[in-house]
């Protein structure tokens, strides 16, 4: 009776550890990579059996916590610069930064509004919010806001309007303003803009009007270990490709 209630005991414990000594890859990531990582994460989980566990936030809020020593295994961020912050304090591992993807930016207004304006130079946005505010990421930290801000002065319009910002924490936030109509007009990525039906675009930002939106990956420091290596690997592959596509993001040229 022993020897068969051991051998059950044991087997009970090896079933029990088997999910805890699975692997487990930490992705900081930028709010507007949420939705594509939502989907890519539970593919390459069910394949691999390795889990992805996602933290989305605002790219600055982001950095500071990996240069803080978050548990972070990969970080992709909005902006160069918040991943030039991060490398610049050591918290990357070197050799492994690469830009993921690219975007566009967009002005959106709430689904059912009828008004129309070409972004352009000079264009009359402060005219067009009325009364009410311009929903944007804060333009002195998030990556959106920093673009947007750019964008609008390079048009001449920003003068006109940074009294009239509304300020938000990171770009879904902006978007989330917008969709429930609290503000008449917000700046976000077209990404973005693409996964409700509760906002429209307006138009689209020049190209030329801001630096290039691309999103920089890598391995944080002190997390180089081979399952983290292969997600971030995975997220420059074909099959990632076709998933950053179907969600609107430009992806990066595969690796010479």
């Given amino acids: 009776m022993l020897p068969g209630l051991l051998g059950l005991l044991a087997a009970v414990l090896i079933a029990l550890a088997g999910p805890a000594r699975a692997e487990t890859v930490t992705v900081f990531a930028a709010a507007s990579m949420t939705s594509v990582l939502d989907a890519l994460a539970p593919a390459y989980q069910a394949r691999t059996g390795?889990?992805?566990v996602t933290s989305y936030a605002g790219s600055s809020a982001l950095?500071?916590?990996?240069?803080?020593?978050?548990?972070?295994?990969?970080?992709?961020?909005?902006?160069?610069?918040?991943?030039?912050h991060v490398q610049e304090k050591g918290a990357l591992v070197p050799g492994t930064r690469r830009d993921l993807a690219g975007n566009a930016l967009v002005l959106i207004a709430p689904a059912g509004t009828t008004w129309t304006l070409a972004v352009g130079a000079g264009f009359p946005l402060a005219e067009h919010l009325g009364t009410g505010r311009l929903a944007m990421g804060d333009p002195d930290h998030v990556p959106a806001g920093i673009y947007g801000k750019a964008a609008l002065e390079h048009l001449g319009v920003w003068a006109r309007v940074r009294g009239r910002v509304a300020p938000m924490a990171n770009v879904r936030a902006a978007l989330a303003l917008v969709e429930r109509g609290e503000a008449p007009a917000g700046i976000v990525y077209r990404t973005d803009a693409a996964?409700?039906?509760?906002?429209?675009?307006?138009d689209a930002f020049p190209p030329d009007s801001h630096p290039p939106i691309r999103y920089p990956a890598a391995l944080v420091a002190g997390h180089d270990r081979q399952a983290a290596r292969d997600f971030l690997a995975h997220?420059?592959?074909?099959?990632?490709a076709a998933v950053f596509r179907r969600f609107g993001f430009t992806p990066a040229p595969a690796a010479p």
């Fill in 195 to 202: 996964i409700t039906p509760r906002v429209r675009v307006v």
């Fill in 50 to 52: 390795v889990r992805v």
């Fill in 235 to 240: 997220l420059f592959s074909a099959e990632a």
């Fill in 63 to 84: 950095a500071k916590q990996v240069v803080a020593g978050a548990p972070a295994d990969v970080l992709i961020s909005a902006n160069p610069r918040w991943m030039d």
